[in-house]
């Protein structure tokens, strides 16, 4: 079994990674641990061009920060999986894509990942990942909400 876990570092990707532990799963299981960094546009500093190489900057510490997330969550992971069945993924691009496209091409079983559970103007301003998740992914997905509501804060 291939499984897609998608974390942001939130604590609704740590609630899918506790849930991932806590599970019985089959010894040949697969997992990908992927994280998304959303693009950085050059086009959009304009004509403050002089912030480009700031931003440039500030953009391989965020993919540096993830690639820490990343291989911090596989050492959690490891004890159950083994390091030989564990997979570290960082991309950057449209998140919502980048994790459909992933469980296309790995193949995955199952994504797993959690969701903020954003209602109201966020959800439609900012969108639902874990939803366009849902809608269109190559297999199945599980979202794990936070049983907590506290974290919304």
């Known amino acids: 079994m291939n499984i897609l876990l998608a974390i942001d570092g939130s604590a609704y990707s740590h609630a899918a990674v506790d849930e991932l532990l806590s599970r019985p799963w089959p010894a040949d299981t697969h997992v990908m641990v992927l994280s998304v960094v959303e693009a950085f546009h050059p086009e959009y500093a304009g004509w403050q061009a002089d912030y480009v190489p700031a931003a440039m900057e500030a953009q391989k510490e965020v993919f ?18 083994g390091g030989e069945q564990l997979i570290a993924e960082v991309k950057e691009g449209n998140i919502k894509h980048e994790i459909i496209e992933t469980a296309r091409n790995w193949p995955a079983d199952l994504v797993i990942m959690g969701s903020h559970g954003r209602k109201g103007i966020t959800k439609f301003l900012l969108g639902s990942v874990s939803e366009g998740v849902l809608a269109d992914a190559p297999c199945s997905v599980e979202i794990i909400k936070l049983k907590d509501h506290s974290a919304h804060a």
């Open 64 to 81: 540096d920060v993830a690639r820490k997330l990343v291989n911090e969550t596989l050492e959690l992971l490891a004890p159950k999986f």
